[in-house]
């Protein structure tokens, strides 16, 4: 019912930075919450954010604070990762999700397809 797309992948530098998009479709993008994901081979899938709808609250895994902002645009169905000071070991697919919740969980419902990050040294 809902499709997510992620864009703005790609090779970077390291110490570089990027701009993930996830632009949903099919359903209403301001009742969801949004999270940012990835993972890198042989590795578990990571969480990395979440926002909700309105934008009121943002909840990051520690390790990415500082570096990694998301936020989103629900008049361009969109949702964002910026990605500052990337480091070889951020390279992974990243995905997008929607979901509900509360910023104690969320249950992700639908998934995008992925973005491919690569970190070059």
């Known amino acids: 019912q809902v499709q997510l797309v992620e864009s703005g992948g790609g090779l970077v530098q390291a110490g570089g930075s990027l701009r993930l998009s996830c632009a949903a479709s099919?359903?209403?993008?301001?009742?969801?919450?949004m999270g940012w994901f990835r993972q890198a081979p042989g590795k578990e899938r990571e969480f990395l954010a979440s926002?909700?709808?309105?934008?009121?609250?943002?909840k990051y895994v520690d390790s990415m604070k500082g570096r990694f902002t998301i936020s989103r645009d629900n008049s361009k169905n969109t949702v964002y990762l910026q990605m500052n000071s990337l480091k070889v070991e951020d390279t992974a697919v990243y995905y997008c999700?929607?979901?509900?919740?509360?910023?104690?969980?969320?249950?992700?419902?639908?998934w995008g397809q992925g973005t491919q990050v690569t970190v070059s040294s």
């Open positions: 999700a929607a979901g509900f919740g509360d910023i104690r969980e969320l249950t992700y419902e639908y």
């Open positions: 099919g359903g209403t993008f301001s009742v969801y919450s």
């Open positions: 926002i909700n709808g309105n934008g009121g609250w943002v």
